[in-house]
């Protein structure tokens, strides 16, 4: 970076007028398939391009993770968001963007995508007062990028780049890998747990075991535990 010589005519002496340092962001690879990285470059800001294990941007000190209003429903839906939020949790400071709500409807109460409104209003409520991670809503791309400069327009310091997936406890494993089964939920696979203390003891449940705990559930699991490949 140049510096540059200037006459200050006041005191008569020479000064070195020291360059504004180019705002900079840190976007995962995969942001290259769409608009934002670029719409930032055309705004002067340099994009390093890095494989990042959790977020899509850090600006600063800050991780980001940016959702489009329908990626956020297929992974809050595929469970991939849940474990997401976790590896945010290992910051101090993170946010999570949901992009696109002038474009595309967040609550569909016409259950298009088979998620009532108020179980993704209750996810949201979780992320904020559980996990304690805000959430910003903006309206386009164009507006994601809006706030992406504002931050950086923040006191910047060092991040670190050596995040790593959060790892699951032995119940945490046991627990994923009943959720896994159609129709099986976070409660109802702890429940499971409990009774038959094993993924063996819940297989290996007689169907009319398995109703007592999750009713018309157990017809399903009962079938696809038995099911030939």
Same mark, same amino acid.
């Given at each position: ?15 070195? @007028? ?9 976007a ?14 055309d ?33 809050? /839906?595929n ?7 976790? +590896? /945010? ?7 999570? %963007? ?18 009532? !409104?108020? !179980? %993704? ?14 959430? %910003? ?5 164009? +507006?994601?990028?809006?706030?992406l ?39 109802? !696979?702890?429940?499971?747990?409990? @009774? ?6 819940? %297989?290996? !449940?007689?169907?009319?075991? /398995? ?7 157990? @017809? /399903?699991?009962?079938?696809?535990t038995?099911?030939?490949?």
């Amino acid at each position: 970076m140049k510096t540059k010589e200037i006459f200050n005519i006041f005191s008569g002496k020479r000064v070195i @007028e020291k360059p504004k340092e180019k705002k900079k962001i840190i976007a995962d690879y995969r942001e290259k398939n769409c608009l934002i990285p670029y719409e930032l470059m055309d705004l002067g800001v340099e994009v390093e391009f890095r494989e990042l294990k959790v977020g899509d941007y850090i600006a600063g000190d800050i991780i980001i993770e940016r959702k489009t209003v329908s990626d956020f429903i297929s992974s809050m /839906l595929n469970r991939r968001l849940s474990n997401q939020i976790e +590896d /945010l949790k290992q910051y101090q400071d993170k946010l999570l %963007i949901i992009e696109g709500i002038e474009e595309k409807e967040l609550y569909n109460d016409d259950n298009e995508t088979g998620v009532h !409104a108020n !179980a %993704i209003r209750g996810f949201l409520l979780s992320v904020t007062l559980k996990h304690k991670i805000p959430i %910003i809503f903006t309206k386009n791309s164009e +507006d994601t990028v809006k706030y992406l400069l504002i931050l950086l327009n923040k006191k910047e310091n060092e991040i670190s780049l050596n995040a790593k997936k959060k790892g699951r406890n032995k119940k945490e494993q046991l627990q994923f890998i009943l959720e896994s089964f159609p129709g099986i939920g976070p409660k109802t !696979a702890k429940r499971l747990l409990k @009774e038959f203390k094993t993924i063996k003891g819940v %297989i290996n !449940a007689t169907k009319e075991e /398995l109703k007592k705990i999750i009713g018309k559930k157990a @017809e /399903l699991l009962s079938e696809l535990t038995n099911r030939d490949y």
